[in-house]
């Protein structure tokens, strides 16, 4: 490629960029949505899987790391519970991005699970996050798509 199409391939990346950061604006509802992400936390920290799975949509995608994506409340509710059952295991998550754009929003973060392994010694894993969250006709915001994953180590 030469240096004029990698000059223009920058630009055209930087506008895309600069669109969607208008788009997708801090506002109050982006302030909400922080909010509800860090009860979500805390859901998971009191290991309450009925809770956590309470911010989802009935209709929800979960894509939980080395498992298959998920479909539905109730299936998340499945996966939240597993992964919630080891009481001496920690998961927490903290938002660092949030942005609205009329009825859909996104929070995005790092989190952090320590858990037992394979060994019976505990492990602590960090990785990061992206949530999709949709405001319903009756004002309240629920999770859509939810994908989180491991950092390399």
Same mark, same amino acid.
């Not at 223009?8 to 509800?36: H, Y």
């Not at 938002?95 to 019976?120: F, H, I, M, P, R």
């Not at 010694?121 to 629920?142: P, R």
């Given at each position: 490629?030469?240096?004029?199409?990698?000059?223009?391939? !920058?630009?055209?990346?930087?506008?895309?960029?600069?669109?969607?950061?208008?788009?997708?604006?801090?506002?109050?509802?982006?302030?909400?949505?922080?909010?509800?992400?860090?009860?979500?936390?805390?859901?998971?920290?009191?290991?309450?899987?009925?809770?956590?799975?309470?911010?989802?949509? %009935?209709?929800?995608? !979960?894509?939980?790391? %080395?498992?298959?994506?998920?479909?539905?409340?109730?299936? !998340?509710?499945?996966?939240?519970?597993?992964?919630?059952?080891?009481?001496?295991?920690?998961?927490?998550?903290?938002? #660092? #991005?949030?942005?609205?754009?009329?009825?859909?929003?996104? #929070?995005?973060?790092?989190?952090?699970?320590?858990?037992?392994?394979?060994?019976?010694?505990?492990?602590?894993?960090?990785?990061?996050?992206?949530?999709?969250?949709?405001?319903?006709? %009756?004002?309240?915001?629920?999770?859509?798509?939810?994908?989180?994953?491991?950092?390399?180590?």
């Amino acid at each position: 490629m030469n240096k004029k199409a990698i000059s223009l391939l !920058a630009i055209v990346g930087t506008l895309v960029c600069a669109v969607a950061a208008l788009a997708f604006a801090p506002s109050k509802d982006a302030d909400t949505l922080r909010a509800l992400d860090a009860e979500w936390s805390k859901a998971a920290v009191a290991h309450n899987a009925d809770k956590v799975a309470s911010y989802y949509a %009935d209709d929800a995608v !979960a894509y939980p790391p %080395d498992m298959p994506a998920v479909v539905g409340k109730t299936a !998340a509710r499945k996966v939240w519970g597993e992964v919630l059952a080891d009481k001496t295991s920690s998961l927490s998550w903290k938002t #660092t #991005t949030a942005a609205v754009d009329g009825n859909l929003g996104y #929070t995005a973060g790092t989190y952090e699970d320590s858990s037992k392994g394979k060994d019976g010694k505990m492990v602590t894993t960090k990785g990061k996050y992206v949530c999709i969250w949709h405001k319903g006709a %009756d004002g309240k915001w629920k999770a859509i798509h939810d994908i989180w994953n491991a950092d390399s180590k």
